[in-house]
């Protein structure tokens, strides 16, 4: 299939007796967003380094640009660009330093290597500070450069590692700014992220959970597949008064701006039941309405229900 | 393999070396620091013994036998004993190392034609200086006892004894050109011992295995800078061996050039394959440390012969790089040796270098565990 850029089939990955990642498998097409989600010890570093060859699984097949990840793991390496989770770039270099031995490294040509650094520093915001040693830099500098310097050699497949972990909000948003930039621009980007709003960003998910693939699929899909419960928006010129009314009657709701949302089993059953509750407490509803859940409800609602 | 990767590499340890003043000192000063430690250390020389004497004769032939032996450079009389105790406590103090007991008729038996008695008692505990100590006196009394009696007819045996290779049997002369040798093993070994741990240990190595860098490309671009700075460490110290311990270098530079490129090679891969096997900078070190330090110092021919070793340590030396370099480096030194006797040396170290580079390169892995 030339439209898939990554593919593993019950990948399995075992340390002593403890099972890090329990057959996997997903598809990641060509260009797409992809963002690995779970919470920390997931499995998704120990799944991200099988992919990068890095590490070898215990089983499971796997394809990465076209390689095998067992037998051709040094091919990809020449196919992907890799940021892991913890900062690796060398601190005792200037930024200068740092990119011009990624690119020597990435056998960056010599006629595109002045190119190439000024395109890093632009995208960095480092053209000011390229003397500058990378260990004084702040957070988010040394996270865009690290990125800067996995993309030198503009890698058809790029995998992140939690890129974004440890950085302010204003500086992952402009992270994830450059990640649909490269991915608009036909980079595959397989991100992986323990911050639930960031899934949003992704075309497409996948959860994992204490090694194992628990939902997978594009943020709206998630939404409207795997949450069993349903969510009530209610809006009301009294939402205080309301919420009182309910909560007397043992329904639970919460204030969401000038309106109440109410996790239900059912919405169609529950919906003419807050009404009747609301209207004999003499208090107007405009509105009630199904809405679709945020995808952190979901991963609360899947991670408690797996 | 590029050579531009090569490059990167070699251009990053290199910056890596200058900003990192551990390194620095290790890479520059150790070698000289060590070389005048040992140097000053280290010395077979016996000079300025500490000697007490009993001149019971009090004659001219006894104050000139006195005046002799404290004139000669070798004795330095700390005090004229008055009673024979004064011998003992002295000994026993540590105060003196010899000591000269002169008879009451010393003087008389001499111009009497008698043999004359002299007792000298030399402190054993340092066994070494006490057969050396004890050469210079029994030589030395030799000597006297002849001039004071003349010469009458010819010796039995004329012995007429040559050293070679180090006339003045200095011992400075052929314990530096070794120790720089020894110096220079240990060295090598520290070096290189950091470069791979590091990485593993600050995190670096996990992107660098990422890339397509080839795992020969990562030694030779390591080794590289190393090598250079190694290099630069046995030309200062063979000048500080020349210039300011006087040592003479008599076989050729370019020579000794080129056989300590062939150790530096291997000397500087073992501390890499120590790094890789170990991947923790603190252990890497120390058994680097160890590894080189030991069998360089004892087993090498640097401290003690080879030929007087039990046949299995024998064997055992054959195997340690340090032997052949530390024959390279004395034998370049003091001997003249050309190629052609150290041929067994040159080949030794540079089947020893290409050995321990393959070594490196299949104990590498670009993986994670």
Not at chain 1, 185 to 204: K, N, P, S
Not at chain 2, 82 to 89: L, N, P, S
Not at chain 2, 123 to 129: L, R
Not at chain 2, 245 to 268: E, H, M
Request: hydrophobic share 45%.
């Amino acid at each position: 299939m030339p439209d898939i850029a990554v593919k593993v089939d019950a990948l399995t990955r075992t340390f002593g007796g403890f099972t890090a990642v329990d057959n996997v498998s997903l598809k990641v097409g060509k260009g797409e967003i992809f963002g690995f989600l779970g919470p920390n010890g997931a499995g998704k570093s120990t799944t991200i380094r099988m992919l990068c060859g890095l590490l070898m699984p215990t089983r499971g097949t796997g394809t990465v640009g076209g390689y095998d990840i067992v037998a051709q793991s040094e091919k990809i390496k020449q196919t992907i660009g890799y940021m892991s989770q913890k900062f690796s770039l060398y601190d005792d270099l200037t930024v200068t330093e740092n990119i011009n031995f990624f690119s020597g490294i990435y056998s960056v040509p010599e006629e595109k290597k002045i190119a190439r650094r000024q395109w890093v520093l632009d995208m960095a915001d480092l053209t000011d500070r390229e003397h500058t040693l990378t260990r004084t830099l702040p957070g988010g500098y040394k996270q865009r450069l690290a990125l800067g310097c996995a993309i030198l050699h503009e890698p058809r497949i790029l995998f992140l590692d939690e890129p974004t972990s440890g950085v302010d909000p204003v500086s992952r948003r402009n992270f994830w700014a450059l990640i649909y930039e490269l991915s608009t621009a036909g980079t595959t980007v397989f991100v992986t992220t323990h911050y639930m709003d960031e899934a949003d960003y992704c075309d497409r998910l996948a959860l994992i959970y204490r090694g194992k693939i628990i939902a997978e699929g594009s943020p709206n899909e998630l939404r409207l597949k795997h949450m069993s419960k349903d969510v009530l928006e209610i809006e009301v010129d009294k939402p205080v008064e309301a919420l009182d009314a309910l909560n007397k009657q043992g329904k639970e709701s919460a204030i969401f701006g000038s309106a109440l949302h109410a996790v239900v089993d059912r919405a169609d059953t529950a919906a003419p039941e807050f009404r009747r509750i609301l209207e004999q407490a003499g208090i107007s509803v405009r509105a009630i309405d199904k809405i679709a859940p945020s995808l952190e409800d979901v991963f609360v609602t899947l991670i408690e229900e797996s | 393999m590029r050579i531009l990767r090569i490059k990167a590499i070699a251009v990053k340890e290199l910056i890596q070396i200058r900003r990192d003043p551990l390194s620095l000192a290790m890479a520059f000063l150790m070698p000289v620091m060590l070389l005048f430690i040992f140097a000053y250390a280290i010395t077979l020389d016996v000079n300025q013994l500490t000697t007490v004497v009993y001149d019971r004769d009090h004659s001219s032939v006894s104050r000139g036998l006195i005046g002799e032996l404290g004139s000669s450079g070798y004795f330095t009389v700390v005090r004229h004993a008055t009673k024979h105790g004064d011998i003992d406590a002295y000994l026993d103090s540590g105060k003196a190392r010899v000591a000269i007991s002169i008879p009451s008729d010393f003087a008389k038996d001499i111009h009497a034609g008698r043999t004359a008695q002299l007792q000298i008692i030399v402190d054993g505990s340092d066994s070494n200086t006490a057969a050396i100590a004890l050469g210079y006196i029994q030589a030395f009394a030799g000597s006297y006892a002849q001039r004071l009696s003349g010469q009458k007819g010819p010796p039995a045996v004329d012995a007429r004894v040559r050293v070679w290779y180090n006339s003045e049997l200095k011992s400075r002369y052929f314990i530096i050109p070794g120790l720089i040798a020894v110096i220079m093993v240990v060295i090598a070994a520290l070096l290189t011992s950091l470069t791979f741990a590091r990485e593993w240990e600050r995190g670096t190595m996990e992107q660098l295995i990422s890339t397509p860098v080839k795992t020969p490309e990562l030694v030779l671009g390591k080794l590289i800078p190393y090598f250079l700075i190694a290099f630069f460490d046995v030309s200062i110290s063979v000048l500080t061996a020349t210039t300011l311990f006087g040592v003479p270098l008599r076989g050729s530079i370019f020579l000794l050039a080129v056989l300590t490129s062939f150790f530096l090679f291997g000397g500087l891969g073992l501390g890499m394959v120590i790094s890789i096997i170990t991947k923790a900078q603190l252990v890497a070190s120390q058994i680097a440390m160890v590894a080189t330090f030991l069998p360089a110092f004892l087993l090498s021919g640097f401290m003690f012969a080879i030929s007087n070793m039990p046949v299995p340590l024998q064997v055992l030396t054959r195997i340690i790089p340090a032997r052949y370099y530390v024959t390279v480096v004395k034998g370049i030194f003091l001997k003249e040796s050309g190629l052609r006797f150290l041929v067994v040396e040159a080949l030794f170290l540079a089947v020893f270098g290409i050995f321990i580079f393959i070594v490196a390169n299949k104990k590498f892995k670009k993986k994670i565990v």
